[in-house]
């Protein structure tokens, strides 16, 4: 049977399969290469506030002070001119000060007043005392002979230190305000509190201290056991035998046993003698070859 041409099956003809190929190398390459797209510009509205800039004081010093601010650093200014001021008065308070006790010992020397003083410090020379608000000085020479009789043969730099913190009593010898100049005397105190109950004929023991060519200083023991006075012994009263040299008869530190023969108090001198306590040989000799004759 014929077929109808519209009926008839024609077939399709046959499709062609492209296949897919990947891009050359170079397009890639070209790809990577081209700029990303720009953003759209943000207009000023549109961007976030900007936070308000902190204020930080300096901390840099300036001309010896700390600058915080305009009101501190005024305030600084004003702090150390009133420093400035505290400090000139203090040291116009303390030239008043000075002034005051320069009078004061002047008239404690011309007053032959007696003071009770703490001791400081020593050295080598003596003893370095407090007087309101300076400092004085008691050389070794014109210390009491009663520190260094306790021990003889100690040094007497050794004696000083022992009396650092305690209180000697003492006299103005010499207060020269324009060279700073303040001395005290042990001696002369201890001559005012003592030296009335020295008698001309008393007889003391006593501990020899400084000898020279002249005669031998010796320290009197009183009642209380203590050296508080120092007396003469001239080489014409050391012996009855001829001195020519105190030495040969006396040295620092003997025991010796003396009798006062003679006291001036404007100059403050014992004299002393050893051998008015002794025989005289003369008289013993004359009294054997010159026998007493009896009515």
Not at 15 to 30: D, G, I, K, W
Not at 148 to 172: E, F
Not at 224 to 251: M, N, P
């Amino acid at each position: 049977v014929p077929r109808s041409p519209s009926t008839a099956t024609r077939s399709s003809p046959p499709q062609r399969v492209t296949a897919h190929r990947s891009p050359p190398a170079y397009e890639m390459l070209s790809a990577s290469l081209k700029p990303p797209p720009s953003l759209p510009a943000i207009s000023p509205s549109s961007r976030a506030p900007a936070l308000p800039a902190a204020s930080f004081p300096s901390l840099l010093p300036s001309r010896g002070r700390v600058r915080l601010s305009a009101a501190a650093s005024e305030g600084a200014t004003v702090s150390q001119e009133d420093a400035a001021s505290v400090s000139a008065a203090f040291e116009e308070a303390r030239l008043a000060q000075f002034a005051a006790d320069w009078k004061a010992v002047r008239a404690d020397k011309d007053q032959g007043k007696i003071l009770t003083l703490p001791v400081l410090r020593s050295n080598t020379g003596g003893l370095i005392l407090k007087y309101n608000s300076m400092q004085g000085f008691v050389p070794n020479p014109l210390l009491s002979p009663a520190h260094w009789c306790k021990d003889p043969k100690r040094p007497i730099q050794d004696v000083t230190k022992d009396l650092v913190g305690s209180s000697v009593s003492v006299k103005v010898v010499e207060a020269n305000e324009a060279e700073k100049k303040l001395v005290f005397s042990e001696k002369d105190a201890s001559w005012s509190m003592y030296s009335s109950q020295v008698k001309i004929g008393g007889i003391y023991d006593g501990i020899v201290g400084s000898v020279f060519h002249y005669g031998a200083f010796v320290h009197l023991r009183f009642p209380d056991g203590k050296y508080h006075l120092t007396g003469l012994v001239h080489i014409s009263e050391v012996s009855w035998d001829l001195v020519q040299d105190v030495q040969d008869f006396l040295t620092e530190g003997d025991i010796v046993k003396v009798i006062v023969v003679n006291v001036d108090a404007e100059k403050s001198r014992i004299g002393l003698s050893i051998r008015q306590l002794e025989e005289d040989p003369l008289l013993e000799t004359l009294d054997k070859i010159i026998p007493l004759v009896s009515c």
